[in-house]
């Protein structure tokens, strides 16, 4: 079947623009996660979304990050005021039920640069 | 809290065996492990879960010691297949359900 999948693949923009990036999960899947990967680093935990729950926003690293998730299907991630320590791959997964007890899927990411 | 990994890079012949620790300084019911190529999505290995409870690949071994708060990834007879990043992620008691921390990562090459 289909894996997660995201797009755009490449987003190039300039400072101070905002930005959407998508995700499409693995159909049935309840929980979405985002993450951040900066080159090097490992993965920065974002934002969860389990069913009907109250996203946990926990890891969004400033209120220019917001995320939604319509019809507990596909999730777009926003940054408003990109600044260029935004840049950075960004990886969305999704999981049967509670990601600390199942396997996640990744999508193959976003990569963000701002110039 | 983020888990610490160790060591952070490991360089093997194929054939040769390797072990990745992941530590946590909270208490932990669960650990995955993933590994990510260059430029490709992480993929999943194992989750190992308080209790005893394992899942992932039957050719994958790991161990989690609840009460020292550890994980380690053990990588045998080796394959230039296995070179890759491999990350520990750790859902705590203090954090959110269904959250996961990842540490920073193990950069394995194997070598012919």
């Known amino acids: 079947g289909a894996g997660v999948s995201q797009s755009p693949s490449n987003k190039v923009t300039e400072k101070g623009k905002d930005v959407e990036l998508r995700c499409d999960p693995i159909?049935?899947?309840?929980?979405l996660y985002w993450y951040r990967q900066s080159l090097g680093q490992g993965l920065e935990f974002l934002i969860y979304f389990q069913g009907n729950s109250a996203p946990d926003k926990s890891g969004l690293p400033s209120d220019r990050f917001s995320a939604e998730r319509t019809g507990g299907s596909v999730s777009t991630l926003t940054i408003q005021r990109t600044q260029q320590e935004d840049s950075a791959v960004y990886l969305c997964?999704?999981?049967?039920?509670?990601?600390?007890?199942?396997?996640?899927?990744f999508g193959p990411g976003t990569r963000l640069t701002v110039l | 809290q983020q888990p610490v990994q160790s060591p952070q890079a490991v360089i093997l012949r194929e054939g040769e065996d390797a072990v990745i620790n992941c530590s946590s300084s909270?208490?932990?019911?669960?650990v995955h492990w993933y590994r990510q190529k260059h430029g490709e999505a992480p993929v999943f290995l194992m989750i190992?879960?308080?209790?005893?409870e394992q899942k992932g690949h039957e050719k994958i071994s790991a161990s989690f010691n609840e009460k020292k708060q550890q994980s380690s990834l053990y990588l045998t007879a080796s394959q230039l297949s296995y070179s890759g990043t491999y990350f520990c992620g750790t859902g705590d008691y203090g954090g959110s359900q269904g959250n996961l921390i990842f540490g920073k990562g193990t950069k394995l090459s194997v070598k012919p």
């Open positions: 997964a999704s999981s049967h039920g509670s990601g600390s007890y199942n396997e996640q899927f």
């Open positions: 909270k208490a932990l019911y669960s």
């Open positions: 190992l879960l308080k209790g005893g």
């Open positions: 159909s049935g899947h309840t929980a």
